[in-house]
Nanobody, 126 residues
């Protein structure tokens, strides 16, 4: 059974940093994508970053480019999202998600992710 457990959220002042973790288990394929999404109050869940296992490709939304970094530690089965220079507008519930199959559809498509973590709250105060 595939499981994703995300953690690391909290309250931080603007300009501060947090590192989110997503511990994954139960993968049976070497070809998978891990994405980080966020959902602010009253807004749709949006993709902010993803990591592809086959080629190590990464993607960042314009809103976080240059501030957030996605990385993986295969030994710990964990994908991280390092968030620096946080802004109040980064306040949201953050979710990791996995697409555990090969697909020609872009990993930017939220609908293609078949497993989700429970979410971790990030609050950035001004």
């Amino acid at each position: 059974e595939v499981q994703l457990v995300d953690s690391g959220g909290g309250l931080v002042q603007a300009g501060g940093s947090l590192r989110l973790s997503c511990v994954v288990s139960g993968f049976t394929s070497e070809d998978y994508t891990i994405g980080w999404f966020r959902q602010a109050l009253g807004r749709e869940r949006e993709l902010i970053s993803f990591f592809g296992s086959i080629d190590g490709s990464t993607y960042y939304a314009d809103s976080v480019k240059g501030r957030f970094t996605i990385s993986s530690d295969n030994g710990k089965n964990t994908v991280y999202l390092q968030m620096n220079s946080l802004k109040p507008e980064d306040t949201a519930v953050y979710y990791c998600a996995a697409r555990t199959y090969s697909s020609s559809v872009s990993p930017a498509e939220k609908r293609t992710y078949n497993y989700w973590g429970q979410g971790t709250q990030v609050r950035v105060s001004s």
